[in-house]
């Protein structure tokens, strides 16, 4: 049983976690794919699957904006699939991020750990496209930590490391909680940081938008409510 008293700030994943982004990645993609007539080639998880390879690929090498990389996303669907995205079509699925909504959990969760913990967000995500998310999660944030400000996307440390940096406190006070094994669970933990898995549910179930890899969480929750109530005690 994970001790929450040992822990002073619990940082967070973004998108996946506290934003529903698979429900925005699908409205997005879905509208892409009708317009090209390429929508019954695929079903949703393997969307979800193609999006976490594609994106995985994009943020691999010289670090590049991510709005860029939801762009390149976008660009390589259509290569796999056979059709050329319009300019508006790429743009769009950065563009949409401004609509993705919190889990309805996400909120209330954030109020109660933020009345016994420090709370921050690690994202892989632009300042600016973060700045549309913010005002949705209840303003309960005391650090915002983004691959912008690092130069680098999860599950590389360097971000993790800017993180500790600014928080300020040892590895072993502060709780990682993240949607993805392989972005968060992984490096999170080699830093020597405890970490959640949110097992949120997914067409692509226990996986969700991101690329698969294996790893052993110090805790497990299927919502930020589940969260909540063990951190209660």
Not at 99 to 111: F, G, N, S
Not at 128 to 145: C, E, N, S, W, Y
Not at 158 to 176: D, M, Q, V, Y
Request: include cysteine; glycine fraction near 8%; charged fraction near 20%.
């Amino acid at each position: 049983m994970l001790d929450f008293s040992r822990f002073e700030i619990l940082t967070f994943d973004c998108y996946g976690t506290l934003i529903n982004w698979e429900e925005g990645i699908l409205g997005c993609l879905h509208r892409i794919l009708a317009a090209h007539r390429t929508n019954k080639e695929i079903d949703d998880a393997m969307i979800l699957k193609l999006y976490g390879d594609f994106e995985a690929s994009a943020e691999a090498g010289e670090y590049r904006p991510y709005r860029e990389v939801l762009q390149s996303v976008v660009r390589q669907f259509g290569k796999r699939l056979g059709f050329i995205p319009t300019n508006e079509e790429v743009r769009s699925l950065p563009e949409s991020l401004r609509d993705w909504k919190p889990w309805p959990d996400t909120v209330a969760a954030l109020q109660l750990l933020h009345s016994r913990f420090r709370l921050a967000v690690i994202s892989n995500v632009d300042d600016d496209l973060f700045a549309t998310t913010r005002p949705q999660l209840g303003g309960k944030l005391d650090h915002v930590i983004t691959a912008q400000q690092a130069g680098a996307y999860k599950p590389s440390l360097k971000i993790f490391e800017l993180a500790l940096s600014r928080i300020g406190i040892p590895a072993n006070r502060i709780l990682h909680v993240g949607q993805s094994i392989y972005h968060d669970v992984i490096p999170a933990q080699s830093l020597g940081l405890a970490t959640v898995w949110v097992n949120r549910p997914s067409p692509q179930a226990g996986v969700g938008a991101v690329k698969s890899a294996k790893g052993r969480p110090d805790l497990e929750v299927s919502s930020l409510a589940d969260l909540a109530a063990a951190s209660a005690g």
